[in-house]
Every structure is written in C-alpha cells, then in structure tokens.
C-alpha cells in the first residue's frame, strides 16, 4: 500500500496546547463521560481508557468521581474518591491515560440536589433546600448547605484535589454541566435561592467556584490544570442560568480556571444523537465566548469531520475538539488522521479508515 500522507489543512488539530501548568501534545479533548464501571469495575475502565490514549487523544478524562460520601448516586455506579484508599485504582486508570503521551484527567463531583445518598443513608446537602432531582424520582428532600457546610465543602475539594494529584492526574474538572454537579447549583437562580453572600446577584452566585478555584490552585495549581465544566444555556428560560448569563459569568471571571469546558444544557441537550444533532449543533451558543476570556475553550457537538474541527480552530471558536462517543466509537481516530489513513466521503457525512498496518 502507498504511503499516505496527511491533508497540511488538518495540521492544526495536531498543534500542542497549554492547559495552565501542563500541555497537550494536541488538541484532541476526551471530555468526562461515564461508561458505567466506575468505583464496581476501574480495571475495565482504566483498559477503556488506555485504548483511547493509544489512539492518539491529547487529553483524556475519566467520568465523574464521587468526592465524599454525603453525596453520592446510588443506584448509579460512577467512580468514587472519597478517602485515600480510592487513590490506587485511579492511579491505574490515570497510568493508563498517560503510556501514550496524553494528559490525564479526573472529573470532581459533589452531586448536591441530585445525590440521594441511597447508599451512605447521610441527609443530602444543596445550595438551597428542595426535593431531590434524580432520574428515579426518589422521595427524598435536601437541606441547605449552611456556612459551616460550605467551609467543610470547599475542604473536601482541597482534599479531592491533593489524592487527584497522588493518583497521577494532570487536570481537574470541575463538574458544573447538564443540571448536575454543585458548581451550577450555585451558579442558578433555579436552584439557588439563598439570601446571603452566596445568592442573588451573579456575583454572589459565583463566589463558591471562585472559592473552590482558588483553593485548588494553592493546593495543587503549580502542578495541575483546572478546568470548569459548565451548561452553555439551562434551557429553562429567564430562571435558568442562560447563555447570556453564562457570557457575564466568563467575562466576570475571565481568568478563573486554567479552561472553559462549555457543554450544551441538559444532558439531553448535549448527547443528542446525529438523527436529531448536527454536526457542531453548539457551535452558536459558544461563538464569541473567546472574546470574553483569555484562557482556552473546549466545546462538543458529535464532532467527526476534520474539516469542521478544523472551521472551530481557526475561527477562534474552540482551542479544543470535545468528544465523548465518538471517541468510544473512533478510539483512533487522532492517530489514523496524523498518518492520512482516514479519509471523508464528499459529503463529509461518513467516515472511512484507509487500514495500515502500524
């Protein structure tokens, strides 16, 4: 067979990139995303990992990780970090992600309103006091995080992020997205409804990511990147935290984390599938974000084609290609484009692989 050489168009997708401290040889971003193993079956998951980095992706993440047990997700099985004897089968997850040359990313969670705490049977904790909001409408209510709570909240962070960096990882993600995670709790006006110095005005609102930023980074900043997972728009209307709320917030805090790791609304929203999606379907809530900060964008949207990764490079919209399927679905896919061995049809609706023995 020929030797195949690949297209100069798509070399910028191959250019290193700077995550605060660290850099990726590329920039080709698996962004977290869970595969159901987590904390019951971390060999498979660090295996599912490693075939990803033998692919060629540039930063890899795991899927999110339980940072203590007063909010966790049972029946739904996710990794958990919540005391030093979680660290070993993360340090073979992130031994994995590394053998090729990629960064190594762990995903923190504090669930709040959306941890039932089936399992550790511990009262839930939220930004403010409402029913539990869970896939399975469990009959549970949530009490609000009071001072003292929010003080031993941001400690555990600090505690997460010190065994994250044990374990081996390169990069924290801060988990903000999709409805879930404590950072949006705080950030929306939907489920933050406290009167104090943590509530009402935007700025109130984002005083808790501030603080977790910034601790983190006292922590383990001179060593790791940490990035900032967040909705682009809830999708809920004037309540909900919208995308021209989202664009204040960056603007406000242009600097905060080391990257901006910006997702669609809903779950829903984000993951939908190519039969309703197309292709970068994101791309007009996250246009123009870039002006607002000065660190790098990481953005989704079921991207396949070299071609339209490469229009969000050079049009300033993303620094990063996000993907989650397709990275299941292409695991190679970075390391067969580097050798030209991957080739799109005319329409650049299907993707073939020109096989070569490497």
Same mark, same amino acid.
């Given at each position: 067979?020929?030797?195949?050489?690949?297209?100069? !168009?798509?070399?910028?997708?191959?250019?290193?990139?700077?995550?605060?401290?660290?850099? @990726?040889?590329?920039?080709?971003?698996?962004?977290?995303?869970?595969?159901?193993?987590?904390?019951?079956?971390? @060999?498979?998951?660090?295996?599912?990992?490693?075939?990803?980095?033998?692919?060629?992706?540039? +930063?890899?993440?795991?899927?999110?990780?339980?940072?203590?047990?007063?909010?966790?997700?049972?029946?739904?099985?996710?990794?958990?970090?919540?005391?030093?004897?979680?660290?070993?089968?993360?340090?073979?997850?992130?031994?994995?992600?590394?053998?090729?040359?990629?960064?190594?990313?762990?995903? #923190?969670?504090? @669930?709040?309103?959306?941890?039932?705490?089936?399992?550790?049977?511990?009262?839930?904790?939220? +930004?403010? =006091?409402?029913?539990?909001?869970?896939?399975?409408?469990?009959? #549970?209510?949530?009490?609000?995080?009071?001072?003292?709570?929010?003080?031993?909240?941001?400690?555990?962070?600090?505690?997460? =992020?010190?065994?994250?960096?044990?374990?081996?990882?390169? #990069?924290?993600?801060?988990?903000?997205?999709?409805?879930?995670?404590?950072?949006?709790?705080?950030?929306?006006?939907?489920?933050?409804?406290?009167?104090?110095?943590?509530?009402?005005?935007?700025?109130?609102?984002?005083?808790?990511?501030?603080? +977790?930023?910034?601790?983190?980074?006292?922590?383990?900043?001179?060593?790791?990147?940490?990035?900032?997972?967040?909705?682009?728009?809830?999708?809920?209307?004037?309540?909900?935290?919208?995308?021209?709320?989202?664009?204040?917030?960056?603007?406000?805090? !242009?600097?905060?984390?080391?990257?901006?790791?910006?997702?669609?609304?809903?779950?829903?929203?984000?993951?939908?599938?190519?039969?309703?999606?197309?292709?970068?379907?994101?791309?007009?809530?996250?246009?123009?974000?870039?002006?607002?900060?000065?660190?790098?964008? +990481?953005?989704?949207?079921?991207?396949?084609?070299?071609?339209?990764?490469?229009?969000?490079?050079?049009?300033?919209? #993303?620094?990063?290609?996000?993907? =989650?399927?397709?990275?299941?679905?292409?695991?190679?896919?970075?390391?067969?484009?580097?050798?030209?061995?991957?080739?799109?049809?005319?329409?650049?609706?299907?993707?073939?692989?020109?096989?070569?023995?490497?």
């Amino acid at each position: 067979m020929r030797d195949l050489i690949r297209d100069p !168009r798509y070399d910028v997708l191959f250019e290193p990139m700077d995550i605060g401290p660290v850099t @990726s040889k590329n920039r080709f971003y698996q962004v977290p995303h869970c595969n159901g193993g987590g904390y019951r079956d971390p @060999s498979a998951a660090a295996e599912m990992r490693g075939v990803k980095a033998q692919g060629g992706w540039g +930063v890899i993440f795991t899927e999110q990780c339980e940072i203590h047990h007063t909010s966790e997700i049972t029946p739904f099985i996710e990794l958990r970090l919540w005391e030093d004897k979680d660290i070993p089968m993360l340090r073979k997850m992130s031994g994995k992600m590394k053998e090729y040359g990629a960064l190594a990313g762990i995903q #923190l969670a504090y @669930s709040g309103i959306n941890g039932p705490n089936l399992y550790s049977k511990e009262v839930p904790m939220a +930004v403010s =006091a409402a029913p539990i909001r869970t896939f399975t409408n469990d009959p #549970l209510q949530a009490r609000a995080l009071d001072k003292t709570d929010i003080r031993d909240l941001r400690r555990w962070f600090i505690n997460a =992020a010190k065994r994250s960096k044990e374990a081996g990882f390169d #990069l924290i993600c801060l988990y903000g997205a999709h409805g879930f995670g404590i950072f949006q709790h705080f950030l929306s006006r939907a489920t933050n409804h406290r009167t104090d110095e943590y509530g009402g005005s935007l700025e109130n609102r984002a005083r808790f990511v501030n603080e +977790v930023i910034s601790d983190m980074k006292d922590a383990v900043g001179d060593k790791m990147g940490i990035t900032l997972r967040v909705s682009l728009d809830e999708t809920i209307g004037e309540l909900g935290f919208s995308n021209s709320e989202v664009r204040d917030f960056i603007e406000m805090n !242009r600097n905060l984390p080391d990257l901006w790791d910006l997702a669609q609304g809903t779950w829903e929203d984000c993951s939908g599938p190519s039969r309703f999606k197309e292709e970068g379907a994101q791309e007009q809530l996250v246009r123009g974000i870039h002006e607002l900060t000065d660190k790098p964008i +990481v953005g989704v949207g079921r991207f396949t084609s070299p071609d339209v990764m490469t229009k969000m490079i050079r049009s300033g919209t #993303l620094d990063f290609i996000g993907c =989650a399927r397709p990275s299941i679905a292409i695991h190679s896919y970075p390391r067969k484009l580097k050798k030209g061995g991957l080739r799109i049809s005319a329409n650049a609706l299907a993707v073939i692989f020109v096989l070569r023995a490497t």
